[in-house]
């Protein structure tokens, strides 16, 4: 660790990490490639951001301006914007668009209406889960697609492959992977979020509601995709944008004039996605976990069970009647208990062990320390008592009901 930027981070980060030697530190964040640069990235040198390679790109861990936990509370009461451009945007077209990616997922894309989106999951042949992403049905004929930074080549092969497949059938479909140099993205997120982004946008987004999407200028910039959805638990939105014009954009929606947002990074991103129970791929969910293990079930589509035609839906509806053996479920340690990270062991009253830990911190909300893992079959039932082994010594732990933290997803009306 040369860089000067890099030790700061160290220091900043080894707060949320205790125990964690600087070398552990790195390999948190670092994907062991040189890092590639957003659009962003000039603009969070010059707003005070803390850069670390995350995913393969630099990206801003925080802010000068504020910690962590300052920057987790403020967009719970406010509003943030995160810079999300590592991810992989994805379009798919033709009219056997639809049949196409539901041969690798397991979402009711047929069921969708156009304008709408849906958290979906790649599986393999065995069941696991090879990404988790979201698919809007833009169109009949086109798709919109959002997966994670860290699986891209595993996505875009899987994608590519399909795509291949039913062109050699004769079938009408063609995808477009886009690159973060012509295309970013910013999640936007918090009360203030939408409110604040309305005053750059011509659509009423009063009418864009959870997993909704749509196209509009943002402060005067055509091309923009604006969806209903995040990784907080909060409302909010994310922006797909001309990366020339990203940072005008960005710019614009922390204008004091109009809003209260401000800038946040890697570390209140996940803090926040853990407190709303949401899965990090990697951690939570790999290739050796099933939706159902994973306490995913709803993403796999009642219609799509039925149909039994994605990779891995024979093992995936085996489990659905007969069950499994382990399941993801949340757990909140007692006041005082060290934080339990990844990989940390779980233990019954009697000592043995039950599970593992795979995502855990100190909630700034609840003031208390939480984890996500996976549990032996029949300890899953909140309100069952358990103990988390760290740094050999055992804390006391329930197994509760997630998400820790209430979620605010903008519902349409009943």
């Known amino acids: 660790m040369h860089s000067p930027i890099l030790r700061r981070v160290v220091q900043s980060v080894r707060g949320r990490i205790p125990g964690s030697s600087r070398a552990e530190v790195i390999r948190h964040f670092a994907s062991g490639k040189t890092p590639a640069r957003t659009a962003l990235y000039e ?29 987790h509370l403020y967009t719970r009461e406010y509003g943030s914007i995160f810079d999300v451009s590592h991810m992989l945007q994805t379009y798919l077209k033709g009219k056997d668009v639809i049949s196409c990616f539901e041969s690798i997922c397991t979402a009711d894309i047929k069921g969708l209406r ?47 492959a399909a795509v291949a497949a039913f062109k050699a059938k004769g079938k009408d479909v063609s995808v477009e992977f886009l690159s973060s140099d012509d295309q970013s993205l910013l999640a936007v997120q918090g009360p203030h979020a939408v409110a604040t982004l309305q005053k750059l946008c011509t659509k009423d987004l009063s009418r864009l509601y959870f997993m909704n999407t749509t196209t509009d200028a943002i402060a005067g910039v055509d091309g923009c995709r604006i ?7 909060e409302d909010g939105v994310e922006i797909s944008i001309p990366s020339a014009k990203a940072a005008d954009i960005a710019t614009a929606l922390l204008d004091p004039s109009i809003g209260k947002l401000k800038l946040a990074g890697l570390g209140a991103r996940d803090s926040l996605r853990l407190e709303a129970g949401l899965c990090l791929y990697g951690n939570d969910i790999d290739e050796s976990t099933t939706p159902v293990e994973a306490n995913l079930l709803w993403l796999v589509a009642k219609p799509r069970r039925a149909e039994n035609n994605f990779p891995g ?70 309100g069952t008592e358990i103990s988390l082994k760290v740094r050999d010594k055992h804390y006391h732990s329930t197994v509760v009901k997630m998400p820790f933290v209430a979620t605010h997803y903008y519902q349409p009306p009943k």
């Not at 790649?122 to 069941?127: A, C, R, Y």
């Not at 969806?227 to 638990?233: A, K, L, M, N, P």
């Open 43 to 71: 603009f969070h040198e010059k707003q005070g951001g803390k850069l670390v390679d995350f995913a393969g790109y630099w990206l801003p861990v925080q802010y000068s301006d504020q910690s962590i936990i300052k920057s």
């Open 227 to 233: 969806t209903r959805c995040g990784y907080t638990g």
């Open 114 to 160: 156009n304008g709408t989106g849906t958290l979906t999951v790649f599986t393999n042949t065995s069941g696991g889960i090879l990404d988790d992403l979201i698919v809007n049905r833009v169109a009949d004929d086109i798709l919109y697609v959002v997966s994670n930074a860290s699986r891209k080549d595993v996505d875009m092969g899987n994608i590519s």
């Open 313 to 382: 839906s024979d093992q995936i509806n085996a489990q659905i009647k007969n069950g499994v053996t382990r399941r993801r479920v949340g757990f909140k340690m007692d006041t005082g208990a060290a934080p339990a990270r990844q990989h940390v062991d779980i233990y019954n009253n009697e000592q043995q062990k039950v599970g593992e830990i795979t995502s855990g911190c100190p909630s700034p909300c609840l003031q208390q320390n939480i984890a996500m893992g996976y549990i032996r079959e029949e300890y899953k039932k909140p």
